[in-house]
């Protein structure tokens, strides 16, 4: 029986550290967190007040937790763990925002060649085509033509008004020119810029980190990022619903926000998703601390939190939404957030680094099964879109991207060979 999740034979093997109470301690939840955990395993939405408690449970609770969460995943995604093997295209890393953590950001000062050329995206592009990755993530700052005049001449000087129109063209170029997937990220988007932006790119995204209006006020993370404003990110989510668009969105834990918030984060996530069903990834990031920011002396959420907020982000969001932890955050501890109710890892990149964390390299793909074996599951190679909106849901991919789509992808929607032989599809 389900309920099982409570006898203590049962419970995933996690370190005492972050998931698990010592031996000899009652690992049995309390009559409270077992109740909330009966309802979800029952299929009930939880509310707030129930993923408030479950954030900030005790330590003998926190097993529990975990465990109701793995159920809840292996009900609606299996024992399957997906990543999407992909080169990271930096487009642009100008920026009219300044967030109090963020190294990603450049200047014309510090960076004069302010964007990547057509050559040189395709360079990217073609090493990883050569390896059988699947998705070109474009990540860019924000609109930096608003706050640099060189960038705004750059563009000009190309025959582009704004960023976005020069993505759009790149996103089309590595379309036209290789078999790898576009997915971009370019930061807050009206209806009509992400609908320009739909014919070229399989799946979008934009990190949503946190609700806490807090965080914007004078002294916090996001004084200096206007983009970074939840009603902005919002606005954002609910334009990819209106339009239809398979998107990816998440939390950033340790910035500042309490473990309350982070509940009232996941909650606009799933309202928005029960409005349009669109969203369908969700990523539980680790803040990083990167020196020479003004939170280079802060504190990183321990992989105790990030269990937490994963397991909650799984009971609260249900069994259908694909949830990702970064693994090369955490180094070699990341497979403890398989025991958290997690389903993917995410962007893995033999070729390029991870430009937003420079300072943590990818695991290995070899190592990255091998360690997902290990906990009892099977790691695939993905496309950036999932494969139940590949296979079920196609009005969420444009017209002109789904027969292409569909013929890279096998007839359970995964990358058509698994990683490495996806070149030989096509596109």
Request: charged share 25%.
């Amino acid at each position: 029986m389900e309920r099982d999740y409570l006898d203590p034979i049962l419970m995933p093997d996690l370190p005492q550290t972050a998931a698990r109470p010592a031996r000899g301690v009652d690992e049995r939840p309390s009559p409270e967190i077992a109740a909330i955990l009966e309802r979800a395993l029952a299929g009930e939405a939880l509310r707030r007040d129930d993923g408030v408690r479950l954030i900030g449970c005790g330590p003998r609770d926190v097993g529990a937790v975990c465990a109701a969460a793995c159920v809840i995943r292996d009900r609606g995604r299996g024992r399957t763990v997906s990543f999407s093997p992909k080169v990271f295209i930096p487009l642009t890393r100008l920026c009219r925002d300044a967030c109090g953590y963020c190294t990603f950001r450049t200047t014309p000062g510090s960076d004069p060649a302010l964007y990547m050329t057509p050559d040189q995206v395709l360079d990217v592009a073609r090493r990883g085509e050569q390896l059988g990755c699947t998705e070109a993530l474009f990540t860019l700052g924000e609109r930096p033509e608003q706050r640099f005049p060189e960038a705004r001449e750059w563009l000009r000087h190309r025959g582009y008004r704004s960023t976005l129109g020069y993505l759009r063209d790149m996103a089309a170029l590595v379309l036209a020119e290789t078999a790898l997937w576009p997915h971009v990220n370019p930061g807050t988007l009206s209806e009509a810029e992400m609908a320009s932006l739909r014919d070229v790119s399989a799946s979008m995204g934009l990190m949503l980190e946190t609700t806490s209006e807090r965080l914007c006020a004078p002294g916090g993370p996001h004084e200096h990022a206007p983009s970074k404003h939840p009603r902005a990110r919002l606005h954002t989510l609910e334009a990819a619903g209106r339009l239809r668009v398979a998107f990816t969105t998440g939390l950033l834990l340790g910035i500042g926000e309490t473990p309350d918030e982070r509940v009232d984060t996941l909650l606009a996530i799933r309202d928005s998703h029960d409005r349009w069903g669109h969203v369908q990834e969700v990523i539980v990031q680790n803040f990083r601390a990167k020196p020479k920011t003004p939170m280079g002396s802060s504190a990183e959420p321990d992989v105790g939190e990030v269990v937490r907020a994963a397991a909650v982000a799984r009971l609260m969001l249900g069994s259908t939404i694909n949830i990702q932890v970064p693994p090369n955050l955490t180094a070699n501890g990341y497979p403890i957030y398989l025991s958290a109710g997690i389903n993917d890892w995410g962007g893995i990149s033999p070729v390029t680094i991870d430009f937003v964390n420079p300072e943590a390299p990818w695991p290995a793909i070899a190592s990255l099964a091998a360690r997902t074996a290990e906990a009892g599951l099977t790691l695939r190679a993905r496309l950036p879109v999932y494969p139940e909106y590949l296979l079920y849901r196609p009005e969420y991919i444009s017209p002109s991207l789904r027969p292409g789509l569909r013929a890279a992808a096998d007839k359970d929607g995964y990358a058509k060979g698994g990683f490495g032989s996806h070149a030989a599809a096509g596109s």
